[in-house]
């Protein structure tokens, strides 16, 4: 993509959350969309090609899990999808790869963490 910024949905119900994520991203360069849960983020996923999914576990109406599930069955081009939850457990990281999340970062995330694991998934912001 020349010139143009790596587009990432950020698929969370927290606002502060979502805040939070959009500033460091957009500071590294990406152009940041949001979603309040899993319904939204599906039907913005499938109206507009994003290159990196931030994905959290616990939302109303359709959580990440689902969300993802449902966007892997979709016959489009598929980008890498990063899961976020406060969930630790061995048995959350597994549910999260067969639902089909590509890496799995625990919250609280520190922004140098969740920009190396952005540029390693999709290259830099610009």
Not at 5 to 20: C, F, N, Q, W
Not at 31 to 42: D, K, R, T
Not at 98 to 119: D, T
């Given at each position: 993509?020349?010139?143009?910024?790596?587009?990432?949905?950020?698929?969370?119900?927290?606002?502060?959350?979502?805040?939070?994520?959009?500033?460091?991203?957009?500071?590294?360069?990406?152009?940041?969309?949001?979603?309040?849960?899993?319904?939204?983020?599906?039907?913005?996923?499938?109206?507009?090609?994003?290159?990196?999914y931030l994905v959290d576990v616990n939302?109303?109406?359709?959580?990440?899990?689902?969300?993802?599930?449902?966007?892997?069955?979709?016959?489009?081009?598929?980008?890498?999808?990063?899961?976020?939850?406060?969930?630790?457990?061995?048995?959350?990281q597994t549910a999260a790869f067969v639902?089909?999340?590509?890496?799995?970062?625990?919250?609280?995330?520190?922004?140098?963490?969740?920009?190396a694991v952005c540029r390693m998934l999709?290259?830099?912001?610009?």
């Amino acid at each position: 993509m020349t010139n143009l910024s790596k587009r990432i949905l950020v698929v969370d119900d927290a606002a502060t959350v979502r805040m939070y994520h959009r500033t460091i991203l957009e500071g590294a360069g990406y152009a940041v969309s949001e979603a309040v849960n899993g319904i939204e983020g599906l039907e913005k996923a499938l109206s507009v090609p994003y290159d990196l999914y931030l994905v959290d576990v616990n939302m109303p109406k359709l959580d990440g899990y689902g969300f993802l599930r449902a966007l892997r069955a979709e016959t489009i081009a598929q980008a890498p999808a990063v899961m976020i939850s406060t969930e630790s457990q061995g048995r959350d990281q597994t549910a999260a790869f067969v639902a089909g999340a590509n890496y799995y970062l625990i919250k609280p995330i520190k922004p140098q963490e969740l920009l190396a694991v952005c540029r390693m998934l999709v290259g830099a912001g610009v």
